[in-house]
């Protein structure tokens, strides 16, 4: 069991936990496809949970290394990005009628991902392994999905219709890109 606490291996312990949060978002959204929205978000925060222990565990253990980086990426691209999209799209667009707006609520979801892709690449340009910052540059991933979820929730208790889901998602969004300074925790 030595390789869990082997900086290069692809198998350390921190990586360990960055491959429970890929799983947590894979069955995310298989739940999605079958409609379980409430399971498809538990196994999300699941997943965000696991983000927050592998970097934790990278930095007590000396396990940050580049694959580490990539990997935690992909997560981080599935589980804040990919899901909480593809469940705003089922859950709310696809579900409130929207007519022929929906080529517009589909065009604001390949919006919100694409941000969030870019947002995460050029996060990796500039990472260096084992390195923290105190302030992010525009909204982390993360924090963007947390602002979704909110927003989702804000539709389910009909505080927000589908339009004002769609104007938000395009805002946070942006913000992923932004200039905003955001706290590291």
């Given at each position: 069991m030595k390789f869990l606490f082997t900086p290069s291996s692809q198998f350390n312990l921190a990586n360990m936990f960055t491959f429970v949060n890929i799983t947590a978002g894979l069955l995310a959204v298989y739940f999605i496809t079958q409609n379980n929205f409430f399971l498809a978000i538990i196994l999300a925060w699941i997943g965000g949970a696991f983000d927050i222990f592998d970097?934790?565990?990278a930095r007590k253990f000396n396990l940050s290394n580049e694959f580490g980086i990539q990997l935690d990426s992909f997560a981080d691209f599935l589980s804040f990005v990919l899901v909480p999209v593809f469940l705003i799209f089922e859950a709310v667009y696809a579900q409130a009628n929207?007519?022929?707006?929906?080529?517009l609520a589909a065009i604001l979801s390949i919006?919100?991902?694409?941000?969030?892709?870019?947002?995460l690449i050029y996060f990796n340009i500039n990472a260096d392994a084992g390195e923290?910052?105190?302030?992010?540059?525009?909204?982390p991933t993360p924090l963007g999905?947390?602002?979704l979820w909110l927003v989702y929730?804000?539709?389910v208790y009909?505080?927000?219709?589908?339009?004002?889901v769609m104007l938000l998602m395009l805002l946070i969004g942006y913000s992923l890109n932004s200039k905003i300074k955001v706290k590291h925790l």
């Open positions: 970097g934790k565990i929207l007519g022929n707006i929906i080529f919006y919100y991902v694409i941000s969030g892709l870019r947002r923290i910052e105190n302030y992010f540059t525009g909204v999905a947390i602002l929730l804000g539709f009909s505080f927000i219709p589908a339009y004002g």
